[in-house]
């Protein structure tokens, strides 16, 4: 599964940040035609998403395209004139069962015809922004071979379960958090972190980012170019992690081969689902390029 530790969002109305995008380091872009675009230039981002996919400009970041919602009335016209375009992944918002995950494809599966795009589906990472959505996360991430993350939204669950905007450290936000990371996990999937709103603090960015890689989440969500490089640190292995991940699988193999299952490390007694959890440690190292 690809690597997403910054997803950075780029306004689909704006040509300027659009064309900036190409230059910029996230592990994903995610082109927004929802939140971040007025309804009156929903055509207008359409048209020029589309065209900047198309361009194929340099870059090796991810770019996905962030629809509307299902139940809105401009997801169809999204599906339609994106498809064509190919881009790498879709993100859909305040996806709440499977039998949407199912819709979502079935419309996908249509404009691509529709449009001769031949070839798989773009993978789909989704968006879980209510109580309903969260209790239901397990069995969306499920649904489709083509879902690879849930995304927590932490405004609109707010919102949904009527409560001022907190920290996401604490309080229900955090449990929230940890109850979508069980989630994705438990279907096999990765979880995404939410979006840091205050744009001139790096070190809150870096506490939560560091938080949240501790919680289990694969990556956070990111609103400007500044908050990349703060995002992907706190979700790549540091130099001392990766030197002692192979120590400890290469010290299992040792112990294995003598016949027995545990061994100690550094006084510490190591059996298969520490060295399991250093292997994926160094399987992340290598996506990143480090190991």
Do not use: W
């Amino acid at each position: 599964m690809r690597v997403r530790r910054c997803l950075l969002f780029v306004p689909g109305s704006d040509e300027r940040k659009l064309a900036k995008s190409g230059t910029l380091t996230p592990d994903t872009l995610i082109f927004d035609l929802e939140d971040g675009v007025a309804p009156d230039r929903k055509a207008e981002a359409r048209r020029l998403i589309a065209a900047h996919l198309r361009e194929r400009t340099a870059g090796t970041a991810e770019r996905a395209v962030r629809l509307n919602g299902l139940n809105t009335p401009f997801f169809a016209e999204d599906v339609a004139a994106i498809a064509g375009a190919r881009p790498d992944a879709l993100v859909l918002p305040k996806v709440e069962s499977p039998q949407e995950v199912a819709a979502i494809e079935a419309a996908v599966a249509a404009a691509a015809r529709t449009a001769g795009v031949r070839g798989p589906a773009p993978p789909l990472l989704l968006f879980i922004e209510s109580a309903r959505g969260l209790a239901a996360a397990s069995a969306v991430a499920g649904a489709s071979g083509r879902v690879e993350a849930l995304i927590l939204g932490h405004a609109d669950f707010c919102k949904d379960l009527g409560v001022r905007q907190a920290r996401a450290t604490e309080g229900v936000l955090l449990h929230v958090r940890c109850a979508l990371v069980l989630a994705a996990r438990a279907a096999r999937v990765e979880a995404i972190d939410t979006i840091y709103e205050a744009l001139g603090d790096v070190e809150g960015l870096r506490a939560e980012a560091g938080q949240a890689a501790a919680l289990g989440f694969a990556g956070k969500l990111a609103l400007h170019p500044a908050q990349v490089e703060p995002i992907q640190a706190a979700f790549t292995p540091t130099a001392e992690e990766v030197a002692y991940a192979r120590r400890v699988v290469e010290g299992f193999e040792t112990a294995k081969a003598a016949g027995r299952g545990v061994f100690t490390l550094d006084g510490r007694m190591i059996d298969e689902p520490f060295v399991e959890v250093e292997r994926r440690l160094l399987a992340r190292a290598r996506q990143a390029g480090l190991a």
